[in-house]
């Protein structure tokens, strides 16, 4: 059973950084691709970051790419989003998920996690 704790949300001032971090067991985590995904007040879930877990490429959303970097840590069965420059639009709860399937999966809009499931998420509230 796939389960991920994501940790390391807070307030922050616009123009600082946060490291969210995420916790995953249950399963063998260097064969899943990754990814971070973001639910805005009001809205719905959206695309963050996601990387191959072959390649370790990454690919962005553009609206944080630049500033945000996505990680992970094999031996540790960790996954990181390191977010610089924050700006209030970052405001949200950040969810991150593990998926066997290609890592390009998470890109499309209707991405739903293997097990149709969400973790618990970690709010980030960017204030002006």
């Known amino acids: 059973e796939v389960q991920l704790v994501e940790s390391g949300g807070g307030l922050v001032q616009a123009g600082g950084s946060l490291r969210l971090s995420c916790a995953a067991s249950?399963?063998?985590?260097?064969?899943?691709?990754i990814g971070w995904f973001r639910q805005a007040p009001g809205k719905g879930r959206e695309f963050v970051a996601t990387m191959d877990v072959n390649s370790n490429r990454t690919y962005y959303s553009p609206s944080v790419k630049g500033r945000f970097t996505l990680a992970r840590d094999n031996a540790k069965n960790m996954v990181y989003l390191q977010m610089n420059s924050l700006k209030t639009e970052n405001t949200g709860v950040y969810y991150c998920v593990a998926d066997p399937r290609s890592w390009t999966t998470l890109m499309y809009s209707d991405y739903r996690p293997p097990d149709g499931t969400w973790g618990q998420g970690t709010q980030v509230t960017v204030s002006a």
């Open positions: 249950g399963f063998t985590f260097g064969d899943y691709a």
